[in-house]
């Protein structure tokens, strides 16, 4: 008889109370949450159908015509020329950024480092201009100056002299 108990109260311990202290359940929910029945597999498969096509779809969105090479129309030779045009214009900043963003953290490095780098070389120009500029006023003030005490040498020199 002890044996049954013991071993009732052992596999109880086991099976509620050391699974409650190993793997603590959270909190039950509120009253009036009302749960959802589980999915079929037909289900199942259908959600993540439609999962998936909206995830492409998403990325076709994104990527846009311009990044696809294998989708171009066969164009006449008028079009070329057109295309050509409008290829020569570089994309913004701000447009350079969304698409390296959309490209994750690989396309984004090269694309914030270009960055920086030309506000780097555009400081460093802006600078460089300002000294030059900041230099040339200098020597204009010192000859101004030179050639406003240079006649008054002068007359104080034949000043002196007479």
Same mark, same amino acid.
């Given at each position: 008889?002890?044996?049954?108990?013991?071993?009732?109260?052992?596999?109880?311990?086991?099976?509620?109370?050391?699974?409650?202290?190993?793997?603590?359940?959270?909190?039950?929910?509120?009253?009036?949450?009302?749960?959802?029945?589980?999915?079929?597999?037909?289900?199942?498969?259908?959600?993540?159908?439609?999962?998936?096509?909206?995830?492409?779809?998403?990325?076709?969105?994104? $990527?846009?015509?311009?990044?696809?090479?294998?989708?171009?129309?066969? @164009?006449?030779? %008028? *079009?070329?020329?057109?295309? /050509?045009? &409008?290829?020569?214009?570089?994309?913004?900043?701000?447009?350079?950024?969304?698409?390296?963003?959309?490209?994750?953290?690989?396309?984004?490095?090269?694309?914030?480092?270009?960055?920086?780098?030309?506000?780097?070389?555009?400081?460093?120009?802006?600078?460089?201009?300002? $000294?030059?500029?900041?230099?040339?006023?200098?020597?204009?003030?010192? @000859?101004?100056? %030179? *050639?406003?005490?240079?006649? /008054?040498? &002068?007359?104080?020199?034949?000043?002196?002299?007479?």
């Amino acid at each position: 008889m002890k044996l049954k108990v013991v071993y009732r109260k052992v596999s109880d311990y086991i099976r509620y109370d050391l699974k409650e202290i190993v793997l603590p359940s959270s909190l039950p929910d509120p009253p009036h949450v009302v749960k959802r029945r589980k999915l079929t597999w037909h289900e199942r498969f259908l959600v993540l159908k439609e999962a998936s096509r909206l995830y492409a779809a998403s990325w076709v969105r994104d $990527i846009g015509p311009e990044l696809r090479p294998n989708d171009y129309k066969k @164009q006449g030779d %008028a *079009e070329p020329k057109k295309q /050509a045009k &409008e290829t020569e214009n570089e994309p913004s900043v701000l447009e350079d950024l969304a698409v390296a963003a959309r490209g994750g953290m690989e396309t984004l490095r090269p694309a914030l480092h270009r960055l920086y780098m030309t506000r780097a070389s555009h400081y460093k120009d802006a600078l460089a201009s300002f $000294i030059k500029g900041y230099h040339e006023g200098l020597q204009q003030v010192m @000859q101004s100056k %030179a *050639e406003s005490e240079a006649p /008054a040498d &002068e007359s104080d020199k034949s000043k002196k002299t007479t």
